[in-house]
């Protein structure tokens, strides 16, 4: 052997844990497959959701006697081990490049249609003229 050390391929910079210094870190469930997996290594997610679902969210808002009342949101923490997190896609597979790249992934940004008067909702079952009347829908042959 030569004197000089050789150095190991490492996959990971921090080699797929946040231990960093600790021994030994507890073991939590993964909640999908009830693997045991190192609570450092395990990833972890906010599920945000209304406790109300969209379709009864407006029948409690009119009914409510408080005006401009927000309704609690249910935050549930997921966790999983790295084969479930693939396989359910909350997290991918990235190249060697990509893996290098520790930015987080750009927020999707949700785009707001303007809102027109009441009632008339979204101009369904055809289009509406200037005079108030409607135009006929196109015969298909």
Same mark, same amino acid.
């Given at each position: 052997l030569s004197s000089h050390s050789v150095k190991m391929v490492v996959k990971r910079r921090n080699h797929g844990r946040s231990k960093h210094g600790r021994g030994k870190s507890t073991s939590i469930r993964c909640d999908n497959c009830a693997r045991m997996v190192p609570k450092d290594k395990a990833i972890k997610r906010f599920h945000v959701r209304n406790i109300v679902e969209s379709a009864a969210l407006r029948d409690i808002s009119e009914a409510s006697v408080i005006d401009g009342y927000v309704l609690p949101k249910?935050? $549930?923490?997921?966790?999983?081990?790295v084969s479930c997190a693939i396989h359910s896609k909350v997290v991918r597979v990235r190249s060697r490049e990509g893996? /290098? $790249? /520790?930015?987080p992934p750009a927020r999707a940004v949700r785009i707001q249609r303007p809102q027109g008067p009441p009632g008339h909702g979204g101009q369904q079952g055809g289009q509406q003229?200037?005079?108030g009347q409607q135009q006929p829908a196109p015969v298909r042959a």
């Open positions: 249910l935050y $549930n923490k997921v966790q999983h081990c893996r /290098r $790249n /520790r930015d003229q200037q005079g």
